[in-house]
């Protein structure tokens, strides 16, 4: 199994950027789907971005044009670049992986905070 590690999260203010990236163990990366799903206080998990194997994005209406996910394969990673940023972009931000064939997100990291206050 994939162990999935989130780092980058902190304290930015609001407008900033953040880049948080999740490191895969093993190999093989690339016939993964790629997930950032976030959770805040007292609100369900949601996602925020996937990334495919051919590197098709999607982003949840609420970061579309703000977020960019990314990965590279060669180096287990996938990154996600956070620009003006919100306070309501405050949550736990987790990373996770779904295998073939259903590609469901089934694997999770620790999460990393992110909080977006002046």
């Known amino acids: 199994q994939v162990k999935l590690v989130e780092s980058g999260g902190g304290l930015v203010q609001p407008g900033g950027s953040l880049r948080l990236s999740c490191s895969a163990s093993?190999?093989?990366?690339?016939?993964?789907?790629m997930f950032w799903y976030r959770q805040a206080p007292g609100k369900e998990r949601e996602m925020v971005a996937v990334i495919t194997t051919s590197r098709s994005t999607a982003y949840a209406d609420s970061v579309r044009g703000r977020f960019t996910i990314s990965r590279d394969n060669d180096k287990n990673m996938v990154s996600l670049q956070m620009n003006n940023v919100k306070p309501e972009d405050t949550a736990v931000y987790y990373c996770?992986?779904?295998?073939?064939?259903?590609?469901?997100?089934?694997?999770w990291g620790q999460g990393t905070q992110v909080t977006v206050s002046s």
């Open positions: 996770a992986t779904g295998r073939p064939p259903n590609f469901s997100p089934e694997n």
């Open positions: 093993g190999s093989g990366l690339g016939i993964y789907r």
